[in-house]
C-alpha cells in the first residue's frame, strides 16, 4: 500500500490545482469549490457555489474514477464536448480520490483591469474631520495644579481657540498623565469631530492621513489621501475578496440568509481584509503607517453596506426592500478589523433607499446634478445600476437589477476586464470580418462589458440581428461564422480557436443576446420611468431634450463606446457630446466626504432630498420594459438619429 | 507518613482560619494575610499587607513551630503579652507547616452600621437622562419602503416630537430589522441623552431604573432609583472591597504603583465588585431585573475616580497633586464590568482638584452652598476631609489628609461603627467614672469614630488631659483608670477587660490622643486657612459669625456629638443650632444627579466654579495647624464659650 493509498484509507485525499501548483489534503467527498476557495483560487463564481451559473468549470486531469456522476445542474451547462474533455462544475464534484483539477483561464476571476480613475475632487475648501493640534502644556505647579485634563484643553483654546467643551476620548484620558509627561508636555492632539482621539509625542502635525474606498460589488477601489492637502497619496485596487461568498448581491444576502451569523461574519471578514490589503499596499507605496490613517469613508449600495456593518440584510432582499440604516453610520475602525489608527473613525455614506446606496450619493454629490438648474440623467452602470434624473428642484433615482451581463456574466464567452479580455469589436457590414482589441493585446480569451455593447450595435448594423435581437438566419448564407452551435441555437463566431488563448472559438449567442437585451431594456426603462414620474412632479413633460447632460458612470464607464451604446437604446437618444464618462465617480464621492466636512453633510442632505422610487411598484414598468427590449426600442421615434443610421445601412425601411 | 505530612512534603500546606472554620491549601512559605485575602478573610489592615500599620494581629492556635522568626516590624507592634499568647503579625508570617490561625474580633473588618441615609433629593423637576418611549410603526409597504431606521425615528418624532437626528447605538442598529419585526412593529425606544441605546418589544415604559453609588475609600452606598418617579426602591451598603489592598487612599495609589497595572485592574475590579454586589442585592429585593438599570451615576474623592476608571493614579499622589481628568465621565457600564443593561452609561460625576472629587461636588449640589446669600462651611469627614467654605459669590474648598484616626483607625482600640463598638462615651469628671453605649449594645470590642470625638472631649472637661492633650500625671493619684501601659506610655483605661468581649482592657493612650489631636488639627486648619483666603477673595473678614450654617456630613455625621466636636475644636465656634448634620449627603448628590440633567449639568458648572485651594502651597498652614493642635485651640478667644464651661470646671483659670 503506497503511502497515499494510505492516506486515502484514512479519510483524507489531495486535491492539486493546476495551473496553480497549489495542493492540499482535504476530506474525502470535499467540494472542489470548496477546496479551492480553502487555497485561495480565483475560481468563477456567479451562484456562489450552488450550481446555477455554471460558471466554475473546471477539468479533471487525474482522478476521474473517485468522482461523483454528473449532476443534473452540470448537464444544463457542460456541453458534450466537455464530457468528453473530463469537464466538470468545481461546486457539483465531490471526488473521493486524490485528483487534480485544471482551472481553464475563463473560469478564473483572473487579474483585471480595475479603475479607480474619476473625475478630480471637487471641493470648494479642504476641512476634514480629523485635524492635528500641536501645543506645549505648562508644567504643573503648587499654584497651578489643575487636572492634566483642564491643562490641556485651557492650551488647545489659548492656541487654536477651540472650545474647551470637547471630548476626551476615554482610552486616550486612561492613559494622559503619562502621555503628557513623557513627551515632556510637548504633544499633539488629534481631534475627530469634537474629540480628542489621541495625544502624539512632540509635533506630528504635517503626519495626518485619511483612506477613502469605493466598496463595489464587484471591485474595491481605495485612496490613501493626505488630509493636509486633500490630495490623492496612492492609489489601490482589488477584486471584492466576497466573490466567492456569491457574485453579486442577493447571492451574497442568500449566502447570509444560509449561513446565518456565520455567513455576515464571513461576507464583513472579506471585504475588510480587501480593504486592509488596499490600505497595506499604499502605505508601503508612500511610505505612511497604518496608523497614520486617522479615518476611512466607504460608499457602496445598500446590500455593501450591510455586508462592510455586519448587518444581517435579509429584508432589504424582499419587497419592499427596506434599508436597515439610511444615515451616515460612524463606527470605530478598530472594531471590524480595519488596519488604521487605533481609535480611526469608519464612515460609512447615507444611503437613499431599496439598493440605491452612498456610491450613489456620491455620483449626486461629485455630478453637482442636485446644484443644477438644467435636467441632467446619470447612469452608474454594474451589476444593479442606479439611474438618477433632475435637477436643484428635485432629483429622482430608480435602481435596476441590470444584472451581470455587461460584467461578463451569464455571457457564454463573457468575463471581466482582464488581461486577454476582447475590450472593443467592430463587424465589416459587408465581409463580417471581424476586428478587435484585447486589454494588454494579449490572445482573446473572452469579451468584457465594453465589447458587450459594442456587439449587439455592430451585428444590428450588420444586420445579423434585427430589431427584436434574433439572429437573422438567412444570413448564414452570407457568412460560416453565424452558425448553430450548442443545442441548435444561433450564434456568431467573433474569434475563431486558432486565434484565441482558449481551446475554443469565442461566440456570441442568441442566448447572450438576450442577456444584453433584458440588461439593456432594464436600465432603459429606470431611465424612461424616471422621466414620466419626474415630469408629474414638476407638472411638464421631460423629454430627451430637456436633458442637458448623461453622466455615465461605473466599471466599463471610461472605455465603452457612446455610439453603440446609444444604438442598442442603452440610454435615451441624446446628442453624444452631451455624454460625460465620468469613470468611478462613487470613488470621487468618498474622497470629498473624506476631506470636508461640508461635502459630508452635503451627502447626508442628498440622501434626504433625493427621492427614490421604487420600480417595482411603479405599474408603467412592465410595458416600458416590453418596449424597451427592441434594439434601440420599439418607438424609433424616440431613437431619430439611430433610425436614420440603420435606414441608410438599409437595416430597416 | 501521614497524609498531611506526605502533602506538605509535596510543598502544600493547609491553613485554617478560626472562627470562621475555613480552610485551604496553600504552597508552604505563604503568607497569612494573602491566604486570608484568597479566603475571603475580613482581615483589618491600615498599610496592606506592607506590616506598619500592626492591624492584622492574629493569634497562631497551632503549628508555631513551622514559623520565620518574630520580623523587627512585628516587634514594634506587638506586646511581650502578645508574644507570649502566640500572637504574629499576618503580614509578616509565612508558614511552613499546617497552621490554625484565629483571628481576634479587633483585626477583623467585621459587619459594619453603615449609613446611607442622607438629605431628602431636592430636585426642582424629574429630568432623567434616560427616558423611554413607546412606540407603533406602520409596516412597510411598496408605496412606503423608507429604511427601518427611517421609520422608527419619524415615528418618535410624529409622538414625542423627538429629533430625528437621534443617535442610533450601532449595536442596536445591527439587530434593528429583527427587533422591530419580531415585535411586530410595537416597541419601546429606551434613550440615554440623544442616542437610542436599545429598542424593547411591546410597551416597558413603566420599567425603567437607575443606580446611584456613593464610592466611599472605606464604604460604598448604592440606591436603586425609579427613573419614571425619582423615588428610591431600594438601598444598599458595603464595605469598599478596595480595602485590603489598602486602606486609604494613599495606600491604594501604592498598592497602583507597587504592582502597576495589574495593581490598576484589581483595585477597579474590587469596587465594581462591590457597586454590583449592592445592585444585585436591591434588585433582588424589589423584583428589577439588573437589566432594567439604564443609568449608573458615581461620586467619590479623585483617588476613587481613578480607581473606578481604571486609571493610574500616580501623580495625584505627590505634590503639586493634579487629577488626571476633572470633568464629569461617561463610560459604558458594561465595559468595566457593571451588571446593568448592556449599553447602560456609568456617569462618575466630575471632581474639583487635588483629592477634592465628586463626593464634594455632591455635596455642595445637595446642601445648594453655591445659591446661598449667606455664607455656609461644610465639612465632609472621612479618612480625607473636604471643607467647603463659601456662598453665592464664591466658594472655597481645600482638602486636608485628617487620617483615619476618626475612623478608628491608628488608634489602639479603635474599630468601624460595627456591633460591638462603643459609639458614645461619657466620664464622670468627679468618679472618673466612665459610662458608654455600644452598637447593637453588645459587649464593648473597641472604639468607634463618634466615640473618639467624646473620649477627649471627656478627658479634657474631667481634667484628665490638659489643653496640649497631654494626660495630667498627677491625676493618676485620683483614679486607678489613669496609668502607665506598655513602655510606661500613660494611658486610660475606658472599659476593664472583665466587662469586654476582647482578651483586654479597652483603653485610650496617650498615642492615640495625639493622633486624634492631629485629626481635628487638620480639619480645624482646613477651615481656618478657607476662612482666610475667602475673606481675602472677598476683601472683608470671615469670622466665626459670618458663617450661618455649619453642615457635617461623612460617615458618622449623624451620630456625633456637637458640642463633645466643638469642645475638642474640631471645628469653628458657632452655636450648636447652627450646626446641620447632613449624613450621607455624597449619596443624595449622586442621586441627583442621576434622576435630573439639570442638576447634572449644574454639577459639572460647580466643578468648573467652585476654587480648590491648595493647603500645601499655603504659606500659614504650618503656623495655624500647630494652634488648631491645643484642645480646642492655642487662641482661646476663639472659643469663648468652649472657654468659659472649661473654666465652670476648673479646668482653666
Known sequence: MTLREEVERSGRIKILFFPYGKREWFKKGVCIFDAAKALGIDLSSLCGGKGTCGKCKVKIEKGMKGLNSLTEQ???????????????????????????????????????????????????????????????????????????????????????????????????????????????????AVKWKNKIIDIEPSDTSDRCFGFAVDVGTTKLAGFLMDLNTGKVVAVAARMNPQIPLGEEVMSRISHQMLEGQKGVEELQAAVVSGINEMIEECCEKS???????????????TAMQLCFLGIYGRYVAFAPYPPVLRRGVDIRASSIGLVSHPRANAYYAPVIGGFVGADNVAVILATRMLDSDEICLALDIGTNTEIDLGNKDLVMVDSCASGPAF?????????????GAIERVSIDPETFEVNYRTIEEKPPVGLCGSALV???????????????????????????????????????????????????????????????????????????????????????????????????AGAFGNYIDPEN????????????????????????GARMCLISKEEREYAEKIATTVKYHELAADEDFQKEYLDALFFPHKNLDRYPDTANLLRRLGRIK
Open 407 to 419: 460584467e461578463g456574466m451569464q455571457i457564454k464567452h463573457g468575463m471581466r476586464a482582464a488581461t
Open 287 to 301: 511610505n505612511v503607517k497604518t496608523s497614520e490613517i486617522y479615518e476611512i469613508c466607504c460608499v457602496g449600495n
Open 74 to 188: 452540470e448537464l444544463k451547462h457542460i456541453t458534450e464536448e466537455e464530457i468528453e474533455a473530463g469537464y466538470r462544475l468545481a461546486c457539483q464534484t465531490m471526488p473521493t480520490t486524490t485528483v487534480s483539477v485544471y482551472v481553464p483561464e475563463r473560469s478564473r476571476i483572473g487579474k483585471q483591469r480595475l479603475q479607480t480613475a474619476g473625475l478630480e475632487v471637487l471641493v470648494e475648501q479642504l476641512n476634514p474631520f480629523v485635524r492635528k493640534y500641536p501645543v506645549k502644556l505648562p508644567e504643573p505647579t503648587l499654584h497651578d495644579s489643575r487636572s492634566d485634563e483642564d491643562r490641556l484643553l485651557d492650551a488647545l483654546n489659548a492656541k487654536y481657540n477651540l472650545p474647551t467643551e470637547l471630548d476626551l476620548n476615554f482610552e486616550v484620558a486612561v492613559d494622559l498623565a503619562n502621555k503628557l509627561r513623557d513627551a515632556d508636555w510637548t504633544v499633539t
Open 454 to 552: 459594442d456587439v449587439p450595435a455592430e451585428l444590428l448594423k450588420a444586420g445579423l440581428i434585427d430589431l427584436t435581437g434574433k439572429f437573422v438566419s438567412e444570413m448564414a448564407k452570407e457568412t460560416d461564422r453565424l452558425r448553430r452551435g450548442l443545442k441548435g441555437i444561433p450564434e456568431f463566431v467573433l474569434v475563431p480557436q486558432p486565434e484565441t488563448a482558449t481551446d475554443t472559438d469565442i461566440t456570441i449567442t442568441q442566448g447572450d443576446i438576450r442577456e444584453l437585451q433584458k440588461a439593456k431594456a432594464a436600465m432603459r426603462t429606470g431611465a424612461e420611468i424616471l422621466m414620466k414620474r419626474l415630469g408629474e412632479k414638476r407638472k411638464e413633460t421631460v423629454t430627451e431634450s430637456d436633458i442637458s447632460k448623461l453622466f455615465m
Open 565 to 588: 451604446a446609444r444604438t442598442i437604446g442603452m440610454y435615451p437618444e441624446l446628442p453624444l457630446e452631451r455624454v460625460e464618462f465620468v469613470g468611478n465617480i462613487a470613488g470621487t
